[in-house]
């Protein structure tokens, strides 16, 4: 009997060192690459406090893989800033922060640079990490900002003055275009022709020239490099090319 009790008294003591599932991070990986996510799906998984819900390889299906996320108390989405195409990483992280703004984003970035790392957070990421980071400083990024912190995981100190004048300039310069003048400055900075740019977006050619003959008006400016200039300034785009 005593040792049935003891046995007993040692099973509750590891059920209480397990957490439930309404204190687990719920976590969902958005990664192109195979094995880099299964890598970081092992490495989650085998922690008892975070738990991989869904994954997804590219923007099509990421949404959906976020929705296991709805509802839990801490979760946490995981976003590859290597998804590129007219709906890149950045639209993925707008759309899942207007359709399900109670979840935490946390950007992931390989070569990423000071300007992706500020889109990234422009566009409503709660933080970022270098995939380069060592496992246990990865996780803990992931438990950061699970919890409601910032985190610049990876991020070389230099870059931190320059990360912080990109998201003042932001504050100023983003309320005065819209989400679609956002992306019609995106593709305008591969130097797409109007009717080129009307295609990708779905749009007539002419409303194409609308909207930026609206943002030059709105920058200031006569044109539309200036315009992607001054876009890619605050890192509201990314410059790429611009002809």
Same mark, same amino acid.
């Given at each position: 009997?005593?040792?049935?009790?003891?046995?007993? !008294?040692?099973?509750?003591?590891?059920?209480? %060192?397990?957490?439930?599932?309404?204190?687990?991070?719920?976590?969902?990986?958005? @990664?192109?690459?195979?094995?880099?996510?299964?890598?970081?799906?092992?490495?989650? !998984?085998?922690?008892?406090?975070?738990?991989? +819900?869904? /994954?997804?390889?590219? #923007?099509?299906?990421?949404?959906?893989?976020?929705?296991?996320?709805?509802?839990?108390? %801490?979760?946490?989405? *995981?976003?590859?800033?290597?998804?590129?195409?007219?709906?890149?990483?950045?639209?993925?992280?707008? !759309?899942? %922060? @207007?359709?399900?703004?109670?979840?935490?984003?946390?950007?992931?970035?390989?070569?990423?640079?000071?300007?992706?790392?500020?889109?990234?957070?422009?566009?409503?990421?709660?933080?970022?990490?270098?995939?380069? !980071?060592?496992?246990?400083?990865?996780?803990?990024?992931?438990?950061?900002?699970?919890?409601? @912190?910032?985190?610049?995981?990876?991020?070389?100190?230099?870059?931190?003055?320059?990360?912080?004048?990109?998201? /003042?300039?932001?504050?100023?310069?983003?309320?005065?275009?819209?989400?679609? /003048?956002?992306?019609?400055?995106?593709?305008?900075? @591969?130097?797409?022709?109007?009717?080129?740019?009307?295609?990708?977006?779905?749009?007539?050619?002419?409303?194409?020239?609308?909207?930026?003959?609206?943002?030059?008006?709105?920058?200031?400016?006569?044109?539309?490099?200036?315009?992607? %200039?001054?876009?890619?300034?605050?890192? +509201?785009?990314? *410059?790429?090319? #611009?002809?």
């Amino acid at each position: 009997m005593p040792m049935r009790m003891a046995h007993r !008294s040692v099973d509750a003591r590891m059920q209480m %060192r397990t957490p439930s599932s309404s204190e687990t991070v719920g976590v969902a990986l958005v @990664e192109p690459l195979h094995v880099v996510r299964a890598g970081m799906r092992l490495l989650l !998984s085998n922690q008892p406090d975070l738990e991989v +819900l869904a /994954e997804a390889g590219g #923007v099509d299906g990421a949404l959906e893989a976020v929705r296991p996320l709805r509802g839990r108390r %801490r979760a946490v989405a *995981l976003v590859s800033l290597s998804l590129s195409g007219p709906r890149d990483s950045y639209w993925l992280i707008r !759309s899942i %922060r @207007e359709f399900l703004p109670a979840i935490t984003i946390l950007a992931l970035g390989g070569n990423a640079d000071d300007a992706a790392v500020s889109r990234a957070l422009f566009a409503g990421a709660d933080g970022f990490a270098a995939k380069a !980071s060592a496992p246990d400083a990865f996780l803990a990024a992931v438990r950061r900002v699970s919890q409601g @912190e910032t985190v610049l995981e990876g991020v070389p100190p230099e870059w931190l003055g320059t990360i912080a004048d990109s998201l /003042e300039r932001h504050r100023r310069f983003a309320p005065f275009l819209t989400d679609r /003048e956002i992306e019609v400055l995106s593709v305008a900075a @591969e130097g797409l022709t109007a009717r080129q740019m009307g295609r990708r977006l779905g749009v007539r050619e002419r409303t194409i020239t609308t909207h930026l003959t609206r943002i030059y008006g709105k920058l200031g400016v006569s044109g539309r490099t200036a315009a992607v %200039r001054a876009a890619a300034g605050t890192g +509201l785009v990314g *410059l790429r090319v #611009v002809e």
